[in-house]
């Protein structure tokens, strides 16, 4: 079963560069690492995802080592707006074409003035 | 483009007593999945519907069960209501064939308060 680590929490002040780690030791060949960002009462927003080095696109940025059993998703110049749960996520393919994406905890990510 | 919508967004219901929950895909989606995400936690797989029928399931009871309509809409049901099944409750949508990459599109979910 494909399952997930990140810190449980992590402070950081407005305008910083944020990483969060993620690891996934027993990731399958074909699966993608996709990260999501929940705030309170609402539904997890799709953030980013890759399969293999990096990953940008207007909002953050994904790095993934070769042998993919981490990645680590960056946050550039974060703001109080940024204070949100991220769930990192890998696909556990169940047969058949399904899969089934289980979350974790999340790293709850505060942004201080 | 209407992303997925879920009625509705709170109610509060009493144990023992059954509630439906509502889905509409986002457009052009066929799959729609649901969670239960209790306060504090991540949100706990429950099923996945595809061409009307259940594909996978979590950990969940059978007092847990769903329908998928013919225009890929979807309802959860939850019988025998327990204390424990307060949550928000989120819906999901993708198009099949694209789950491995696992960009799911979500609703902003239906409180439920057991009391």
């Known amino acids: 079963l494909a399952k997930t680590t990140q810190p449980i929490s992590m402070d950081s002040y407005e305008g910083q560069e944020v990483n969060i780690t993620c690891s996934h030791n027993n990731i399958a060949t074909n699966d993608y690492i996709t990260w999501y960002q929940q705030f309170p009462s609402q539904g997890p927003r799709f953030i980013i995802q890759?399969?293999?080095t990096k990953v940008t696109n207007e909002v953050a940025s994904l790095f993934i080592p070769a042998d993919r059993k981490s990645s680590t998703l960056s946050l550039p110049r974060v703001s109080l707006s940024d204070t949100a749960v991220y769930y990192c996520l890998v696909g556990d393919f169940q047969g058949s074409g399904t899969y089934k994406y289980i979350f974790g905890t999340g790293t709850r990510l505060k942004v201080l003035a | 483009d209407a992303g997925v919508t879920q009625s509705p967004t709170h109610l509060i219901k009493t144990r023992g007593q059954q509630v439906t929950l509502r889905c509409s895909p986002k457009s052009g989606h066929d799959t729609v999945s649901w969670y239960q995400q209790a306060l504090g936690q991540g949100p706990q797989f429950i099923f996945q519907y595809y061409e009307e029928e259940e594909r996978q399931r979590g950990n969940f009871p059978d007092r847990f069960s769903g329908h998928q309509f013919p225009n890929y809409s979807s309802e959860l049901n939850v019988n025998a209501l327990l204390l424990g099944d307060s949550a928000l409750y989120l819906c999901a949508s993708n198009r099949l064939g694209e789950e491995r990459t696992g960009e799911l599109f979500f609703g902003e979910g239906s409180r439920l308060t057991v009391l």
């Open positions: 890759g399969y293999k």
